[in-house]
């Protein structure tokens, strides 16, 4: 079996999306296996898809050895995440050399208060991730509800998307 370099898994799963066939769950095992092989950014991105319930990003995540990992009340507290995701998220975390302490905070933060996820960069739009809608063309950018169609007839989004299909 040959193993993906942390380099090789980030280029392709960066490169997911242009040219293949789109697949969540796909990127997300590319990104377990840069992961897997030490990438600092992946580590962080896989811990933080799994703190806040990205679509199939528990189930590729999971390090059935990290149930084995002490977790104490204090670093669980206030945190609204099963034990079970928490484990493995403190094992990416601490794999990838990141201050689980403060990781984890910001992660509850975000969780707790929402963030600015609107492609449109002049929009001030808090909320959760959940709440904005992706765009149906090229499935990347994210928009609260007044932005998308702004964006996509004089923000830009149009040219930048690579499509130029009506109705948007």
Not at 13 to 33: C, I, P
Not at 112 to 122: D, K, L, M
Request: hydrophobic share 35%; glycine share 8%; aromatic share 8%.
């Amino acid at each position: 079996m040959i193993l993906a370099s942390h380099d090789e898994a980030s280029k392709i799963y960066n490169a997911l999306g242009r040219g293949v066939t789109r697949s969540k769950r796909r990127a997300l095992q590319w990104l377990r296996k840069a992961a897997d092989n030490g990438d600092a950014e992946a580590c962080y991105r896989l811990a933080s898809s799994m703190y806040g319930d990205q679509p199939y990003a528990r189930e590729v995540g999971h390090v059935v050895e990290a149930a084995a990992i002490a977790v104490s009340a204090e670093v669980t507290e206030g945190h609204d995440v099963p034990r079970v995701v928490m484990t493995s998220v403190l094992h990416w975390l601490r794999k990838g050399g990141h201050s689980t302490f403060n990781k984890l905070n910001a992660f509850r933060s975000m969780a707790r208060e929402g963030a600015r996820y609107c492609h449109n960069e002049t929009c001030v739009v808090v909320g959760q991730l959940k709440d904005f809608k992706v765009c149906p063309q090229c499935r990347s950018a994210r928009y609260c509800a007044a932005c998308q169609k702004q964006d996509w007839t004089t923000g830009g989004h149009k040219e930048k998307c690579g499509t130029f299909a009506g109705g948007h």
